[in-house]
């Protein structure tokens, strides 16, 4: 059974820096798209960054120049290091994984359990 595994939240003030980490196990043969997503209490979730198996990358507005996505294909690991942090930024983030393992269906788009970052000012 393919599983991602998040680590990396906590608390920090604003201007502080976190890195997330996400952690893709099991069966895999092929990982697609990686990316973080973020849910603030109220709101819907919203793509946070995300990388390709190439490695091309996009952000949300609100993030960029501030947030860093990092893939590592050969361990099935993505990584978001995130600057400059701000009380807008509390949130829980996720990590998602478009991954197709070596049981029959295709691409399955997975996501970890959330991992809770709160900025305070």
């Known amino acids: 059974q393919v599983q991602l595994v998040e680590s990396g939240g906590g608390l920090v003030q604003a201007g502080g820096s976190l890195r997330l980490s996400c952690a893709a196990s099991?069966?895999?043969?092929?990982?697609?798209?990686m990316g973080w997503y973020r849910q603030a209490p109220g709101k819907q979730r919203e793509l946070v960054a995300v990388?390709?198996?190439?490695?091309?990358?996009n952000y949300a507005d609100s993030v960029k120049g501030r947030f860093t996505i990092y893939r590592d294909n050969a361990k099935n690991t993505v990584s978001l290091q995130m600057n400059s942090l701000k009380p807008d930024d509390t949130a829980v983030y996720y990590c998602n994984a478009e991954v197709l393992g070596y049981a029959p269906g295709g691409y399955r788009e997975l996501w970890g359990q959330g991992t809770l970052v709160t900025v305070s000012s």
């Open positions: 990388i390709t198996s190439a490695g091309r990358t």
């Open positions: 099991g069966s895999i043969f092929s990982i697609r798209d």
